[in-house]
T-cell receptor, first 114, second 111 residues
Framework: NAGVTQTPKFQVLKTGQSMTLQCAQD?????MYWYRQDPGMGLRLIYY???????DKGEVPNGYNVSRLNKREFSLRLESAAPSQTSVYFC?????????????FGEGSWLTVV | DAKTTQPNSMESNEEEPVHLPCNHS???????IHWYRQLPSQGPEYVIH???SNVNNRMASLAIAEDRKSSTLILHRATLRDAAVYYC????????????FGTGTRLQVTL
């Protein structure tokens, strides 16, 4: 099973460039999430989508936009990348938003903004 | 949001049990206690979760204090592959999307 797949795995951007991180899950989950993890830190929620057609801001949404393209796919866009957005980005999904559900994570996308 | 407190790091010898503590004194009645772990250069991985009763699965056991203000993740026989950062997280009803990951406990396992 592929689970949660995110691309690209590594990316270097120049300040001001834009890019989109792609994420897809094959578990028929309703809820999807984007987190970022800075060195030595825990994960922080950027945006989430409780179900197809809905998106909501998390803890650190500034500088990002998201699109829930369909039930499987949830993309994260950086419109004008800044060095402060250098981080590891994780996409995740769960059956729904209920707290008892397990969240499944992708392997991460390492982004460097120079 | 309710917070958790974990030691920054712990060490264990291989093949020995490991008890990872977590304090959550402000937990509410509907908060689930989740444990995830993150191996180097990987995404977090689900370990176990519970509400009130102790829980067991193939990976670990979760012991929850009677007042629910603390819990302990128990790895019965640590292996080198268990070396990771372990996160104790609280999630209330309808807020799985807002699980907040702290800095966790870094577990080192030695031969």
């Amino acid at each position: 099973n592929a689970g949660v797949t995110q691309t690209p795995k590594f990316q270097v951007l120049k300040t001001g460039q834009s890019m989109t991180l792609q994420c897809a899950q094959d578990m028929n989950h309703n809820s999807m999430y984007w987190y970022r993890q800075d060195p030595g830190m825990g994960l922080r929620l950027i945006y989430y989508s409780a179900s197809e057609g809905t998106t909501d801001k998390g803890e650190v949404p500034n500088g990002y936009n998201v699109s829930r393209l369909n039930k499987r796919e949830f993309s994260l866009r950086l419109e004008s990348a800044a060095p402060s957005q250098t981080s590891v980005y994780f996409c995740a999904s769960s059956k729904n938003r209920i707290s008892g559900n397990t969240i499944y994570f992708g392997e991460g996308s390492w982004l460097t903004v120079v | 949001d309710a917070k958790t407190t974990q030691p920054n790091s712990m060490e264990s010898n291989e093949e020995e049990p490991v008890h990872l503590p977590c304090n959550h004194s402000t937990i509410s009645g509907t908060d689930y206690i989740h444990w995830y772990r993150q191996l180097p250069s990987q995404g977090p991985e689900y370990v176990i979760h519970g509400l009130t009763s102790n829980v067991n699965n193939r990976m670990a056991s979760l012991a929850i204090a009677e007042d629910r203000k603390s819990s302990t993740l128990i790895l019965h026989r640590a292996t080198l592959r268990d070396a990771a950062v372990y996160y104790c997280i609280l999630g209330g009803t309808g807020t799985a999307s807002k699980l907040t990951f702290g800095t966790g406990t870094r577990l080192q396992v030695t031969l």
